[in-house]
């Protein structure tokens, strides 16, 4: 039996349906009106210089960021350092040896920390590295980053851990595994591959920020000496770049971003793929 | 051979239950360090929370609670008022949201509802792109792209209808609190789309049959019985994006035209906290100067701390009602 539909129903069917396609359709555009301006101003602007070459003095056109692009990665490899093992091992604890309510309450305070505005992460990089030391630093920039990869390591680690299945732990255990040989010798290498790319997430995630880079690492014309001196970060040299008013550093920032951009998607895109085809596929 | 020295070591383990013995089996041992590493991650918060109070506490003991009402913002003659910031803050992250809630749960709701399971893998995916691009990507396109835009094309008849009101008066130069909330609403709506379509997702499917097989079109289905099912979720996925949008640094300096006076117009510049302090923080000298940038941080983290707790409250009561 059919019913009837009025046909003041089926024109609001109709047309809020149509409706939120456009606003869909309205949100992901902004994703290619983002590639296409980087593509037309940022590629345009891009040139060997570029990876090659010092900033030039004020005044001066040319040169390149060769040196923030040694130090984005200078930064990124202490964050990671200082970020990975703490949120991993403690996403251990959560996946394998938590009780439920702690872990419940851990998880919560980690999504807290997730949601901390990373400028106030910066303060407190500056209030305990900078501070102390009396000078801005690469240590303090990894220090902020680090901060911040925490809580993404926390719960990717748990999610991953969990999603091995029972029985190849209790394959090990039947074989007298301990519990520790067990996790580290079975568990994670079977959710390796979702591990790596959990962390490659991670590190995209906070290989874009800023803020709190502004007054840890604060920025340097010049190769920077070492871990304990100021550094130049290709977000920092965007922002600056972006906000002067010399057209040729325009040009610039946005050969910068176009850079930053591509990195950062190709690690999304790339750790993504890796996760849906993995063997410890997920929802996420 | 490897399995008989683990038998052997259970075995041993067995007869000496001695806190060293199980130490040398490697259980404890790894059981201390990942036990460690999670109370460091509560000790790193409670040393945020600590660092902000205690590098805060000279202008509190300067200005008080009256520091938060003042709108006097004189580094040279030291005297500090967060009020212009916390006002600029506000005004910029709810006109995001204001722009970003319909977009947002719209096409969430054609991702969850409407959408073939392919198309709608393939647009999430392509949204979660679009969240992770950086906040300066959004601000180098802000200036140089989006505020020409609205200076163009969406201030001049805005004005000549609008313009009556208060909140359209004014000349618009470009860097205003306008162009701030509309780059913040397009950097949350990724946000409130992917929780949002997890929250629907979440909604049995014999609620939608219900309403189908009594007649219901797929639209009043999804209005009347999926979305006041999930519409604790979507309030959270609300919420989160507001915690994002209040906390947002680079794309609202780039763009906000950071200039610390109230203004009841849109169209004129603003400030924000978050903005304020990666301007001046570093080269703020003087102890009060520092303290009070420090204690508008404390205001901001205390504010998007309890937002986002709330958020998170929200999107589990309506998971766990789903599952």
Redesign the interface.
Known sequence: MM?E?STS??F??GF??T???I??V???S??F??LG??LI?GATSLNWDFFTKLPKPAGETGGGMANAIVGSGKVLLLATVIGV??????G???A???GKTFAFA?R??????N??????????A???VVRPMHH?SALAGGTALG?MM?PIA?RTTEEFLRSVPVNIREGAMA???????T??TVVIPAAISGLTSGMMLNL??V?????PL??TA?GNQYWSKGYLAPIATL?VM??NY??SPEEDL?KQ??AA?FV??TL??VI??SA?LIIARGPSAQRR | MAATSYIAETLGRRTSRGFFARLRGGDEISYLITLACTVSILLIVCLIVYELWFNSQATFKTFGFSFLKSSAWDPNADKYGALPFIYGTCVTAFLGMIIAVPLGVAASIFLAEMAPPKLSNILTFLIELLAAVPSVIYGLLGIFILVPAIKAYLVPPLKSVFGFLPIFEGTFYGLSLLSAGIVLSVMVVPFIISVSREVLLAVPVEQREAALALGATKWETTWDIVLPYASTGIFGSIFLALARALGETMAVTMVVGNTPKISASLLSPGYSIAAVIANEFAEANGDLYISSLIFMALVLFGLTIVINAIARIFIMTTQKRGS
């Open positions: 019913m539909i129903r089926r609001i069917n809020m349906l409706l939120s396609g606003c869909t309205l949100v992901v902004v994703l009106f983002i301006y980087l101003h093992p703490i949120g991993f091992l403690a251990v604890f959560l394998e040896y938590s851990i919560y305070v980690v999504d807290l920390l949601g901390v505005p990373s400028i106030v992460i910066g303060i407190v500056y209030a305990l801005f901060i925490i926390v074989l007298g595994a301990t519990k520790a040989t996790i580290f995209a995630r290989a874009g920020e800023t803020a502004l007054f604060l977000p965007i922002y972006a906000i325009h920032a946005w971003g930053l951009l950062v998607l999304n895109v993504r």
